[in-house]
């Protein structure tokens, strides 16, 4: 089900409810207008305009796809766990539309009703930099955790990607992940892991080699956060579509295929992390590939 509401003439936050549990998104960006080929590699605006039902909530008349930025808040009763906080502030990032940014993040996510002291968990799909920002903020030139009361969770294979990889002009390891480890506030788990209460992590790798997704389960229904096994939903009908930062091709695409079968017989409330607009609704089989149908 999902609940809109207007918070002080700003945007309107987009709740959904899973059982006794809420889902809140808090949206850092979202930009529309992008040319596809800027994100899946070979793909051009006329493949896309190939599925006119994107527009226009994910793609305009021209084939450009829009794409969002979000944190999803998983209230259950006793526990508040953030997934992927963002890009952040003021951070030093090899992409011009990340760097050194001042998003109005903290005062929606205030709007939204959370403040960051009442954060229990903070869950990593997976590092890249547009999942870790806000776990820090610099205070005095030193990066600081924002959640200080949280545990903030990360696969092995995550942090060593996210360690060896690093684009150069950019150290997210170093201002994103490093503080979390040294302020005490880090726990390493595995791919699979179940979190008690009705969430749990499943290993999605391709997009990086210990990606996660997270699974809520609550009164008999089921949501699935995707974080960046799939990114826009026209890869729904083309699961072949590979994004530019997907580390392995072919098991991304995998992943891919193994998550839309289970999420369309299981008919769960699926939240693309990167779906702009209506980023949560049902996945539909249609031959052997999927169609996304956003709920209203
Ligand atoms: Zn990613
Ligand atoms: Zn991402």
């Known amino acids: 089900m999902t609940i809109s509401e207007q918070v002080s003439g700003e ?3 987009q709740r959904w409810t899973v059982g006794d549990t809420t889902i809140t998104s808090v949206v850092e960006a979202e930009t529309a207008h ?10 051009d605006a006329a493949a896309v305009r190939e599925q006119p039902d994107l527009v226009p909530d994910f ?3 021209d084939g450009n796809i829009t794409l969002r930025v979000q944190a999803l808040v998983v209230d259950q009763p006793g526990r508040r766990v953030l997934v992927d906080p963002c890009v952040g502030n003021g951070k030093q990032r090899a992409l011009p539309f990340w760097h050194e940014q001042a998003w109005p993040f903290m005062e929606r996510f205030a709007d939204a009703g959370f403040d960051a002291a009442s954060i229990d968990v ?3 799909t997976h590092l890249h930099a547009d999942h870790v920002g806000w776990d820090t903020h610099v205070v005095d030139g030193t990066w600081v955790p924002t959640f200080t009361g ?4 990360y696969t092995a294979a995550e942090i060593e990607h996210c360690r060896s990889n690093a684009m150069p002009g950019e150290d997210v390891y170093g201002d994103s992940v490093g503080p979390i480890v040294d302020a005490g506030l880090a726990d390493i788990v595995d791919g699979n892991t179940d979190l008690g209460d009705g ?3 499943e290993a999605t790798p391709g997009h990086t080699p210990g990606h996660v997704s997270l699974w809520v389960e609550s009164g008999g229904e089921a949501a699935l956060i995707t974080g960046d096994f799939v990114h826009h939903p026209a890869q729904l ?13 072919a098991l991304a695409e995998e992943t891919r295929r ?3 079968a289970r999420a369309a017989e299981q008919e769960v409330l699926f939240i693309g992390t990167h779906f702009p607009t209506r980023p949560a609704g049902r996945v539909v089989a249609d031959g052997d590939a999927w169609t996304f149908v956003p709920e209203p």
């Open 199 to 201: 969430l749990r992590l």
């Open 59 to 61: 793609a305009d008349a």
């Open 237 to 249: 009908a083309r699961p072949t579509w590979a994004e530019v930062g997907d580390d392995d091709v």
């Open 11 to 13: 945007a309107t936050i």
């Open 122 to 124: 903070v869950v990593h």
């Open 150 to 153: 949280a545990r903030h969770l």
């Open 258 to 260: 193994r998550m839309f």
């Open 34 to 43: 992008i040319p596809p080929e800027f994100f899946f590699t070979g793909v």
